[in-house]
């Protein structure tokens, strides 16, 4: 009816955000299927919900937000005496700190699907910004196609109030009309429905009387049996209950105690609610280990699964929020030369023995002192602005050839863990469907393992021969190392998986895969020079 009275008014706008509009409607669900009502206020109930929510706008609200000015001749440095410097990185308005408001921003664009702030100006340059709840906002065009935003006051009282897009921070979760966002109750509701069904289930299961620990039975028989039934009761209860419970229990009347397990059914509601969690991070984009969910998780690979919510659930958020802020706030003139950015290192980057290796390499290739020192938080030094060795100058020292080694040795070990991790879950789904499924199932997987280890050894393989490092007979290409590394990996499978005990020969082969590494380096990758004339002439 809403949309029919629109289109018979002719109205001078057309509203992109009402619920009602032909693009929304596919959101539109009735209750979830679990027989409970899911909306934005009892959503965060859910507790992989809220721990999703403040994981993904905390983690992004953290990070340092700076203004970046590009150098003449090439990179970046950061633009400390600029306008913005302070509003982004501590306070974008007087009622709150940069990383209060963050949090609220990216928590309101995950829940519900959008993310506002308004940008107040004096004299034309941004002053301040103000957070907007998505429930006040209405995205709306013109006739002649302009875009504006609609804002009511925050009482709900007076005549909403229209801002032009350059006043209005505006980041949609997952535009499918490119304007409007998704809230995550719009997509998740039956997933957050079955958990918070979940929840009251357990609740019910756990509460006082929900389900008797066991019963008193006996074969004797009673003149009034209601009678007898509550005095019985009552006397266990008595003499068992509260802080008498373990006592040591003596019965009588050809009393008989049988205990009540759970069922089947209750043990599944168990595995149901761990599933459910990683369904609801599934939704929200986050690592079921950084929402308490440790199943999955391992000390091989939790390294790993960090760096890899950083690249693929962390990046585009923040690269969105960079760009609306750079487009909003700088004015084009000045894009050339300033730009907005997250500092994602404090994220990224590894322990401090890695990054003193690492530092140790690149401060003879392609960073200053000074560099290294800013990544660092450290005041610069004097004389600290130039690379201090050249390759041409000085012979590569032996603790930074170890350095690199070093580094090397770190990505096979990421690699073998990734590996290890894929073959164990491999083995276990196609194993059971016979040898030949299993066999075809390596070979899927060992073509990805490759094709992997081949992107993430491209950068090192070239730094390595930057720094004039000489690596092993035909291993001097990252095509090469992940093929090397890949046939070793399918011959030892396939010897396991067709000896009389598979089952058993796999798992004693994954048992030594962590030591791969180490001998893959120091054998084949980097052998010393007499013991590499020795494997030739062997």
Known sequence: MILRQLMQSAPRTENLGHPSSPGAAWLTMPDTHAGVDVNDSNALTCSAVFAGVRLMAGTAAQLPLKVYRRRKGGGSEVARDHELAELLSLSPSP?????????????????????????????????????VHPDRVQLKRRRNGDLYYEISSSNGGGKPRE??????????????????????????RQAIGMALAAEKHGALLFKNGARPSGILKTASTFKDRAVATKNIREMWEKAHGGENQHRVAVFDWGLEWQALGFTSEEAQFFELRGFQVVEVARFIGAPPHLLQHLDKATFNNIEELGAAFVRYSQMLPLVQYEQELTRKLIAPEERH???????????VRGSMETRAKFYE?????????????????????EGGDEIQAELNRAPLSQSARQGYEALVVDQLVRSSR??????????????????????????????????????????????GEELGIEFGAGLDSAAAISTSWVSYSRRVLLDALHSPEPAAALEECLATWSSRPAGFATFQLFPEPDQESHDAAA
């Not at 700190?97 to 519900?112: D, L, N, W, Y």
């Not at 801002?163 to 980041?171: E, F, L, Q, T």
């Not at 030369?337 to 994220?347: E, M, P, Q, S, T």
């Not at 393992?449 to 050894?457: D, G, I, L, P, S």
């Open 163 to 188: 801002y032009r897009p350059r006043d209005v921070i505006h980041v949609p979760n997952m535009p499918i009309n490119g304007l409007q966002g998704i809230g995550l109750v719009d997509v998740a």
């Open 95 to 131: 009622e709150q700190t940069s990383v209060v408001q963050r949090e609220q921003f990216h928590a309101r664009k995950i829940v519900f699907g959008n993310g506002y702030q308004v940008i107040t100006r004096r004299n034309g340059a941004a002053d301040a910004l103000w957070p």
């Open 361 to 381: 390499v690149a401060g003879r290739v392609f960073m200053t002192p000074n560099e290294i020192r800013g990544k660092e938080d450290l005041p610069p030094m």
């Open 418 to 463: 990734r590996e290890k991790s894929g073959l164990q879950s491999t083995i276990q789904k196609s194993l059971p469907q016979g040898v030949d499924a299993c066999e075809r199932e390596f070979e899927r997987f060992l073509a990805g393992q490759r094709e992997f280890m081949t992107t993430t050894f491209d950068s090192l393989i070239g730094l």
């Open 337 to 347: 030369r300033y730009f907005i950015k997250h500092n994602v290192d404090a994220l």
